[in-house]
């Protein structure tokens, strides 16, 4: 079956980076849509950004757009999310998805397009 498992997640200080992987099984990777979404505390899923088949179907969230870069390793089926000058607002569950096809970006910014999550990685913002 498909698994997906993230990793990376910490405590940083605000103006910090971190970045996370994903390790992916089960599924061909080089084909798979593979994205990362957030949760913070009562709070809705939110879309954080994309990166499809190729490296021209990459897509980020206006609220991390500069600061974080997605990339993968199709080698390694390994997708990555670095994420620099992180703030307060950073703060959530962050889950790595994975979804098949090769839909418009708009389908990807949306958490029902994805079949399979991982079990999600905690990173926290604090001073």
């Known amino acids: 079956q498909v698994q997906l498992v993230e990793s990376g997640g910490g405590l940083v200080q605000p103006g910090g980076s971190l970045r996370l992987s994903c390790v992916a099984s089960?599924?061909?990777?080089?084909?798979?849509?593979m994205a990362w979404f957030r949760q913070a505390p009562g709070k809705e899923y939110e879309f954080v950004a994309v990166?499809?088949?190729?490296?021209?179907?990459?897509s980020y969230a206006n609220s991390v757009k500069g600061r974080f870069t997605i990339s993968r390793d199709n080698a390694k089926n390994t997708v990555y999310l670095q994420m620099n000058s992180l703030n307060v607002e950073d703060t959530a569950v962050y889950y790595c998805?994975?979804?098949?096809?090769?839909?418009?970006?708009?389908?990807?910014?949306?958490?029902?397009?994805?079949?399979?999550w991982g079990q999600g990685t905690q990173v926290t913002v604090s001073s």
């Open positions: 998805a994975a979804g098949g096809g090769s839909p418009i970006l708009s389908t990807m910014w949306n958490r029902n397009y994805y079949d399979h």
């Open positions: 089960g599924l061909t990777f080089s084909t798979a849509t």
């Open positions: 990166f499809g088949r190729s490296s021209t179907r990459i």
